[in-house]
T-cell receptor
Framework: AQKVTQAQTEISVVEKEDVTLDCVYE???????LFWYKQPPSGELVFLIR??????QNEISGRYSWNFQKSTSSFNFTITASQVVDSAVYFC????????????FGTGTRLQVTL | GAVVSQHPSRVICKSGTSVKIECRSL??????MFWYRQFPKQSLMLMAT?????????EQGVEKDKFLINHASLTLSTLTVTSAHPEDSSFYIC????????????FGSGTRLTVV
């Protein structure tokens, strides 16, 4: 069975602070994919990143960066110099490589960035 | 890019009535569609998986007679909430898995259902 844990339910930071959202996953598969999605108040899911299990290289995209540590089954997400527009719920998710495999979502972390 | 169009975005209905939610893949063929439900401040929970031309597969605890799923074509999957009750009020979102080379998903924009 697959499981994704986001231990942080809510995080509140002041604008320009850095913030890291934690994600720990469980799977028996050796090949799998990890995702991060942003869900603003509108509800629509915004894709942020996909990482496969063979690629442990960390990635940076503007103010966003991701740290994939296979040894600890973690895929953490850091926002540098946070902005109010970053306020949203962030979900980490996991899937295996079956042709039509479902996503298993974490419980989400609500990020509130204030001025 | 690939788009899944979901309608309606919001719907308010009376208890006891039925509501149909549609998800259309606009520029690709979706042989599979996942249907999720999200209660306020909670995660997305998979309700069922629809496959074109066959019966949907429901997750444990989801009433198949209450949540009717139809996937009649490669571009359309529908979820009908029958005899809706206030506890069915939720955010429903569909998702189509992409090709094996991509392993990504295309999500609909969601439907906020309120049953009064």
């Amino acid at each position: 069975a697959q499981k994704v844990t986001q231990a942080q339910t809510e995080i509140s930071v002041v604008e320009k602070e850095d913030v890291t959202l934690d994600c720990v996953y469980e799977t028996r598969d050796t090949t799998y994919y990890l995702f991060w999605y942003k869900q603003p108040p509108s509800g629509e899911l915004v894709f942020l990143i996909r990482r496969n299990s063979f690629d442990e290289q960390n990635e940076i995209s503007g103010r966003y960066s991701w740290n994939f540590q296979k040894s600890t089954s973690s895929f953490n997400f850091t926002i540098t110099a946070s902005q109010v527009v970053d306020s949203a719920v962030y979900f980490c998710a996991l899937r295996n490589t079956g042709t039509a495999s479902k996503l298993t979502f974490g419980t989400g972390t609500r990020l509130q960035v204030t001025l | 890019g690939a788009v899944v169009s979901q309608h309606p975005s919001r719907v308010i209905c009376k208890s006891g009535t039925s509501v149909k939610i549609e998800c259309r893949s606009l520029d690709f063929q979706a042989t599979t569609m996942f249907w999720y439900r999200q209660f306020p401040k909670q995660s997305l929970m998979l309700m069922a998986t629809s496959n074109e031309g066959s019966k949907a597969t429901y997750e444990q605890g989801v009433e198949k007679d209450k949540f009717l799923i139809n996937h009649a074509s490669l571009t359309l999957s529908t979820l009908t909430v029958t005899s809706a009750h206030p506890e069915d009020s939720s955010f429903y979102i569909c998702s189509a898995p992409r090709t094996a080379a991509n392993y990504g998903y295309t999500f609909g924009s969601g439907t906020r259902l309120t049953v009064v």
